[in-house]
């Protein structure tokens, strides 16, 4: 069962950090937050050194006041426990809690989150403050609940204290129990790596090349993702028996974190923190990049851990540190597109980062609502009126759910080991954007879905089709549920180097696609990797698609057919292997398995679209221009469906509405053809 906040209603909060400005200035902040709509405020999440300015010394009478006073003006309060940011007296008296580099460099007071998971004073100081927190504020009014530390594993997400090799080493020993299973695992007999005591075994250390042993890697992220959910659970248990009536949650997601699992054994929902602004740092490659609206896929995979979430923090200007991620303002209308992009995808609270901005530190560049004149402003007026719409709309829209019939296979072994692992890691991250960007074009919901140990075939039949691009780690549990699926009706898609590594990362001896080559009907009989030195090939599409063409990118399986109903819908139509089969569909029970042998790009997907006859819920309803996104929630109470019409472009667009609908925005009755302003927003109620 997922975990998921249950709200009555939409609601806007707002991070606010008293400690940060003069007492005089509360009062005002709080009775202009009420003014703009704004009923939650997240608060405290880095002030250790307030609430501990010596080691064993507590003080909360600055955050007494300030909920407090909040509380009197009816805002509600999300606590955030302070852990992100040990004190400077502590990393100095105990500087082993202190992270360290591969390279043995060890962090220093200055930034934050330079803590390592598992040294035990750490946690032991971590604890105190927390249950000193907990005990204190359980019973204050205005709390509603807890965000454990902040974004955990962000700024880094690799730890090599000594703590860490040490945890390690423990960990390694509950899941091999000897040396030789270790051994066995790691690969070790190559290169002479063998481990003859468990003290000469380290999480990866500088070898040459920088090319540590791949398997030791896969186990080191798993162990990461092990230490941050077993320190988020040690102050998520102290929250739930002190404090039982508050939720707890953690905000973000991080790489080398399996965020289901954390959110399953510690949390009560995840929060996400979204800044789509980020594309303009770091744009997505390919043509026709999504940008901001590339955020839609994150929020795509919270919603795979909590169907209905918080956004703790939702970028609300320019962002920028001082020394480094330069990005521009919102434009006029982003700020309220990108916060009913996170209701959209299931959201029910969006709180803004930050109410003012920082006028000291490293984040003086980091824009909240507000510029350091503290004067309202076109973002001001932004917030109002999302805060005005939520007032009218957010009770019928809260709790209701986002609907797809595709989804987007993912899970964590693969994230971790592709990370390292050249030969698909890249193709995975590639093909998933191209797919993502293709049904967003297509206007056809999509889910993030991962694979767990407690997936079932059930679960996944609501699926009319699911894609795995390359899925290279692949177990026989997990083929044979796939298997399952297939044969109950569903349509899966598998590309290129699917299923030639076991959960080790080694690849057992056999012909590649491992557990699936039944299911899919074909053998890899040959294979070569196709890179900018060789262009890709060109692909000839039969049967279905008449004579289109398109490129085979990144990579090509070339396959051999191994059951005689196994078709082939496409063929490479050059160099060595032309003519040899690129992309064979296998009819299977009630459904169908698809094998592309390449990596899927834009026009790949487009095409494929057509083949697994999918088609938009619009389809017939609505004309909608490409840079609309269309996203669906579904209210079970009522049985009624949202439809969010998102306009990501700088440019009015318009759409064409087939049979009258109500837009809850406007309250006006939509027909024919209707323009949506730029970054405008239309919900219609269906
Ligand atoms: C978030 C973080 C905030 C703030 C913001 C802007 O990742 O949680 O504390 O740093 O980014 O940089």
Redesign the pocket.
């Given at each position: 069962m997922k975990k998921s906040f249950q709200a009555d209603t939409l609601q806007l909060g707002v991070?606010y950090y008293p400690e940060h400005w003069p007492e005089s200035l509360w009062e005002d902040d709080y009775r202009r937050m009420r003014d703009l709509g704004i009923s939650v405020i997240r608060v405290a999440?880095?002030a250790w050194t307030i609430f501990e300015p010596e080691e064993g010394i507590f003080s909360f009478q600055l955050f007494d006041k300030a909920l407090d006073l909040a509380h009197r003006y009816g805002l509600s309060v999300v606590f955030g426990t302070p852990t992100a940011t040990p004190p400077a007296w502590l990393t100095h008296k105990y500087p082993e809690v202190l992270n360290v580099r591969r390279d043995g460099v060890q962090y220093q007071h200055g930034q934050r989150r330079h803590y390592n998971y598992n040294a035990p004073i750490y946690r032991e100081l971590s604890a105190r403050v927390v249950t000193k927190l907990a005990e204190h504020y359980r019973h204050h009014p205005a709390i509603i609940g807890w965000q454990i530390d902040?974004?955990i594993n962000?700024e880094t997400n690799v730890f090599y204290s000594e703590a860490d090799h040490e945890a390690f080493r423990k960990w390694l020993k509950q899941r091999y129990q000897t040396l030789d299973a270790l051994n066995r695992a790691w690969g070790t007999v190559f290169w002479s790596q063998t481990y003859t005591a468990w003290e000469q075994v380290h999480l990866s250390r500088p070898t040459v090349s920088n090319s540590p042993n791949p398997h030791q890697l896969l186990d080191e992220n798993r162990f990461i993702s092990d230490s941050a959910i077993s320190y988020v659970k040690l102050q998520a248990d102290i929250l739930h028996r002190v404090a039982p009536h508050h939720f707890v949650t953690t905000?973000?997601l991080f790489g080398h974190l399996d965020s289901h699992k954390m959110t399953q054994e510690a949390l009560d929902f995840l929060s996400y923190?979204s800044?789509p602004n980020f594309a303009t740092i770091w744009p997505d490659e390919g043509p026709l990049p999504l940008l901001d609206r590339k955020w839609s896929w994150s929020l795509s995979v919270v919603r795979d851990i909590s169907p209905n979430f918080w956004v703790m923090?939702q970028q609300a200007g320019p962002?920028g540190?001082v020394n480094r991620?330069a990005a521009p303002s919102p434009k006029p209308g982003q700020l309220r597109l990108w916060t009913y992009q996170s209701i959209a995808h299931g959201a029910d609270v969006v709180s803004y980062?930050?109410w003012r901005t920082a006028t000291m530190g490293t984040?003086i560049y980091?824009h909240g609502i507000h510029d350091y004149s503290n004067l309202p402003n076109r973002r001001t007026a932004e917030v109002q009126r999302v805060g005005d719409e939520f007032a009218r709309v957010g009770g019928l829209i809260a709790g209701s759910t986002y609907v797809a019939k595709v989804g987007i296979l993912r899970d964590y072994a693969n994230e971790w080991d592709g990370e390292f692992d050249e030969w698909y890691g890249p193709l995975a991250r590639r093909s998933e954007a191209a797919w993502f960007k293709s049904l967003q074009h297509h206007h056809i919901p999509v889910d993030a879905v991962y694979l767990q140990t407690d997936t079932t075939a059930a679960h996944l039949k609501q699926y009319q089709v699911l894609v795995w691009p390359h899925a290279a780690i692949l177990s026989d549990e997990t083929a044979t549920l796939l298997t399952e699926y297939v044969s109950q009706g569903g349509s899966l898609v598998f590309g290129c180097r699917t299923g030639y590594k076991d959960e080790t990362g080694q690849c057992p001896m056999r012909p590649m696609p491992g557990p699936v080559a039944k299911v899919c009907g074909v053998e890899v009989a040959d294979f070569t990797l196709i890179d900018k030195r060789h262009p890709g090939t060109p692909l000839f599409w039969v049967a279905e698609m008449g004579d289109g063409e398109t490129y085979a990118d990144g990579f090509n399986d070339i396959l051999r057919l191994s059951a005689p109903d196994t078709e082939v819908l496409a063929r490479y139509r050059s160099t060595w292997y032309e003519g040899e089969p690129a992309l064979t569909r296998r009819r299977v029970g009630l459904g169908t398995a698809y094998y592309y042998g390449a990596a899927f790009n834009y026009d790949v997907v487009a095409s494929m679209l057509g083949i697994l006859e999918l088609k938009s819920p619009a389809d017939g309803i609505l004309d909608l221009p490409r840079d609309v996104e269309l996203a669906i929630r579904h209210q079970s109470k009522t049985t009624e469906s949202f439809w969010f019409l998102l306009n990501y472009a700088d440019t009015p667009q318009t759409i064409n509405v087939r049979q009258p609908y109500q837009d809850l925005l406007s309250n006006q009755t939509l027909q024919g053809s209707v323009a949506i302003e730029p970054h405008g927003v239309v919900i219609l109620r269906r």
């Open positions: 991070c999440e880095f902040n974004e962000c905000n973000g923190d800044y923090e962002g540190w991620m980062f930050r984040e980091w």
